[in-house]
């Protein structure tokens, strides 16, 4: 297929900005993770060390295994909720598209609103705790944020509130797409509504299924601007998450290396995730 | 990576003022209300001289994105006039070989003599002025509510660690939270300071935290530092965490709280809060701590500039360090001057008690820079050491393993 002049005239300053800026600047963290940079950019390379040392450190193990507990429990949660609420919105409810806004609202804030309106909602001395007190159960308690073993969890709640309303709306997408006489055929033959959602309708969403998983996996990678907001990294460093190395390491700690071999790692377990995805959907895009 | 190309523009578009009136251009992170007044200071008498200020505000107290954003412009080999620096940081930039030579104006102003010792181990590197120190923080610090001490019958001011738990103590028993503290890795941190001169004195403090000496690092003396933190644990609320330094401060000024440890800049809270020095509240230094001092000082990194720049720059760094300015600038700061020889007739009765101390510990030899605020050890360093105390102070670490991590710590 070939484009007019016109519209490739039209398309290539994005087109450019975009080589430059994210492809080019890739590139440049490539480079700069293989170089001995410390608080300016140094060009001279000098190998692998600073990978070296991002795998000995501390810190990077600390968020790597957040990272996996956030990331499971994140991406289950949104999944779980989202197909819960699209399945119950299909309901032929009234005032659907009321719901619907109400459950998407959330993903129209930006985390660090999200994440500064938990922090005070999950903060003992101001927020939930003190509320329930206030009604008179006074034995409540509910202190997970100051908790450094139970921190992460909260980041978990919050981001799954953000989300799991984005992944209702992919899910409903999906319900709406599917074949009505196959339900219909069933409902003739007696099945019940949850036996229908089991074994005909949830099994023909799988491609909404790896879609809503390739969002959520880099959304996870890349959350950063939630837990800043929400724990600031804390209690001690018990809610850091690769992004807060990478930011803190490059910008605060004069390790300019060692934060772009961190982001490379980054870079790559999100591209292990989104790429053989796209790479099925440009299939899919040639031959469909 | 994007936000630094719009760093990189927007400096680009600040940098070419089209006035040719002289003008310095001035990097800092000095955006709340105390900190704007006292820059004030500097800045009405460069305009006295006809120089215009450049003011280039980035916020965030820690100056993260300030450093951002001066990386921008150094790399575009465009920097600042002056740039606020502190501790390690001074070191590194010079270095990268891109600090200015102020030693002629040293000469002729006679800086050598006037600025403390162990301030001049960052505004000199190498045998060259490139900083005009401006103020200098001291740290060891305690702030306490007097009220709240007379009804915990806390009569008089503690003069020994021991001393101090044991009011302390009185005053958790009476009801209130015995120590107002923000769970936030800098707060411990700035604690951790006070805490080390209070246990080994300084000889052992510099051993430890500046020579990095393992022996020192791993010593029983580094074993009771930690414990001591966590007798301090034990005062705390059990809310503290994430909290702001200024609400802890807040706890104390409203009375829902007897002590706080933290450096002379709480003072400006107080002040704000109209709050009367020796009436409303008391200062003193860190029980144990008395004749010594752990110290940040701010100052300005002077940057090669072009010749066109050279004469305002050299005019606003002796600003800087004019008697006047050191005077009026601190007292609205809440620190003390940089230099030994100024009066402290204007100051209150904690910035009075300070500049005591400071002119001692600096005769003594007693001066130290501060661990947390990043005047002891280099950046990476300082952030290991962040690393565990922040565990520690959170109950990840018990206090053998924190001084084994303090060790290997020191080796990042």
Same mark, same amino acid.
């Given at each position: ?288 | ?75 575009? %080999?465009?920097?600042?006039? +002056?740039? #606020? ?7 590194? =930039? &010079? /270095?990268?070989? $891109? *600090? ?26 190498? %045998?060259?002025?490139?900083? +005009?120190? #401006? ?7 305690? =702030? &306490? /509510?007097?009220? $709240? *001490? ?263």
């Amino acid at each position: 297929m070939r484009a007019h002049l016109l519209a490739r005239l039209l398309i290539s300053p994005s087109a450019l900005l975009i080589l430059v800026c994210v492809y080019g600047y890739i590139a440049f963290t490539f480079y700069l993770s293989f170089t001995p940079s410390t608080l300016l950019p140094q060009y001279e390379l000098t190998g692998g060390a600073s990978y070296k040392r991002l795998v000995g450190l501390e810190n990077w193990s600390v968020a790597l295994s957040n990272l996996w507990v956030f990331a499971s429990l994140y991406i289950g949660f949104a999944l779980v909720l989202g197909l819960g609420l699209a399945i119950l919105i299909d309901q032929k409810i009234r005032a659907e598209s009321a719901f619907r806004s109400i459950f998407l609202y959330p993903m129209a804030l930006s985390f660090i609103v999200t994440g500064t309106a938990w922090k005070w909602l999950l903060d003992p001395g101001v927020g939930l705790e003190r509320s329930v007190h206030m009604f008179g159960w006074t034995s409540f308690s509910f202190s997970w944020i100051k908790d450094s073993e139970l921190a992460i969890y909260c980041v978990v709640i919050a981001a799954v509130w953000q989300t799991s309303g984005f992944v209702m709306a992919m899910f409903l997408a999906g319900l709406r797409g599917v074949d009505s006489e196959q339900v219909n055929a069933a409902r003739v033959d007696g099945a019940k509504t949850w036996q229908i959602y089991l074994r005909i309708i949830i099994p023909q969403l799988g491609p909404v299924f790896v879609s809503a998983f390739v969002i959520l996996c880099h959304m996870a990678v890349k959350s950063y601007d939630l837990v800043i907001a929400l724990t600031n990294g804390g209690p001690g460093r018990s809610t850091w998450l690769p992004s807060v190395f990478m930011y803190q390491y490059t910008f605060t700690r004069n390790e300019m290396a060692v934060g772009a071999a961190s982001a490379v790692l980054m870079l790559i377990a999100i591209g292990v995730v989104v790429l053989p995805y796209l790479y099925n959907e440009m299939n899919k895009a040639k031959h469909g | 990576m994007k936000k630094s190309i719009a760093m990189l523009t927007a400096a680009m578009a600040i940098a070419f003022p089209a006035a040719a009136q002289k003008n310095v251009e001035v990097l800092h992170f000095w955006t709340s209300g105390g900190e704007a007044a006292a820059l004030g200071v500097l800045k009405s008498n460069l305009e006295k001289q006809g120089i215009k200020w450049n003011d280039m505000p980035v916020a965030g107290g820690g100056g993260e994105q300030a450093m951002t954003a001066l990386r921008a412009r150094v790399t575009s %080999g465009n920097p600042p006039s +002056a740039v #606020l620096l502190m501790g390690y940081d001074l070191v590194d =930039w &010079a /270095n990268q070989g $891109v *600090l200015a030579d102020l030693n002629p104006l040293a000469a002729k102003e006679g800086w050598d003599k006037v600025v403390p010792a162990a301030v001049q181990r960052f505004t000199k590197q190498n %045998g060259k002025w490139i900083a +005009a120190p #401006l103020a200098v923080h001291s740290i060891n610090w305690v =702030w &306490a /509510n007097k009220a $709240v *001490l007379e009804k915990a019958g806390v009569t008089a001011e503690p003069k020994t660690w021991d001393e101090f738990i044991a009011a302390a103590e009185k005053v958790q028993k009476a009801g209130f939270i015995a120590l107002a503290h923000g769970g936030q890795p800098w707060q411990e941190a700035t604690v951790f300071d006070s805490v080390v001169l209070a246990t080994g004195g300084a000889e052992f403090y510099r051993k430890a935290f500046v020579e990095l000496d393992s022996k020192a690092l791993s010593s029983p003396t580094m074993l009771k530092v930690f414990q001591r933190m966590g007798q301090l644990r034990k005062l705390v609320d059990k809310d503290f965490s994430g909290r702001d330094w200024n609400v802890a401060s807040g706890m104390v000024i409203t009375g829902k709280a007897g002590f706080q440890i933290m450096g002379d800049w709480a003072k400006g809270e107080f002040s704000n809060a109209q709050k009367t020095p020796g009436k409303d509240y008391t200062c003193f230094p860190v029980p144990g701590t008395q004749g010594s001092v752990v110290f940040l000082s701010n100052q300005f990194a002077m940057f090669k500039v072009g010749a066109d720049k050279a004469d305002a720059q050299t005019k606003m760094a002796s600003a800087s360090l004019d008697p006047a300015v050191q005077s009026a600038f601190n007292v609205l700061k809440g620190a003390v001057p940089a230099r030994t020889d100024v009066s402290d007739a204007a100051f209150d009765i904690c910035g009075k008690r300070a500049m005591k101390e400071l002119a001692q510990s600096n005769k003594a030899n007693t001066l130290v820079g501060s661990i947390a605020h990043g005047h002891a050890s280099p950046t990476a360093v300082k952030n290991a050491f962040y690393d565990v105390i922040t565990r520690h102070f959170n109950g990840q670490l018990d206090d053998a393993k924190a001084v084994a991590a303090m060790v290997s710590a020191s080796k990042s």
